[in-house]
Nanobody
Framework: QVQVVESGGGVVQSGGSLRLSCTAS????????MGWFRQAPGREREIVAS?????????YYADPVKGRFTISREKAGNTVHLQMNSLQAEEKAVYYC??????????????WGPGTQDTVSS
């Protein structure tokens, strides 16, 4: 059983910053990649950023967050962080962490966290 748990969500004013953290744990779990997604009210879930555990830790950022958000991972274990700066009101959303297992034959992510609510007040 693999558990994905997010932390660090909260309320911030427009222009402010939040740092999210996420850990995937499981007796035999080894990460291939982890990512952050978000779902705003009335909108579909969208990817925010991702990072690989292989290939030199390659990262991906969605265009709207480039230059403002930074994804990083701990050297040991399966923990990822998302530093979010200059947050805008329209970025109020539930932020989800997802993990892809090393060796997974599936496309997409295998495990998802319950999400953390981030509120950006204008």
């Amino acid at each position: 059983q693999v558990q994905v748990v997010e932390s660090g969500g909260g309320v911030v004013q427009s222009g402010g910053s939040l740092r999210l953290s996420c850990t995937a744990s499981g007796r035999t779990f080894s990460a291939y990649a982890m990512g952050w997604f978000r779902q705003a009210p009335g909108r579909e879930r969208e990817i925010v950023a991702s990072i690989r555990w292989v290939g030199g830790g390659a990262t991906y950022y969605a265009d709207p967050v480039k230059g403002r958000f930074t994804i990083s991972r701990e050297k040991a274990g399966n923990t990822v962080h998302l530093q979010m700066n200059s947050l805008q009101a329209e970025e109020k959303a539930v932020y989800y962490c997802a993990a892809k297992r090393a060796g997974s034959g599936r496309s997409g992510y295998d495990y998802w966290g319950p999400g953390t609510q981030d509120t950006v007040s204008s």
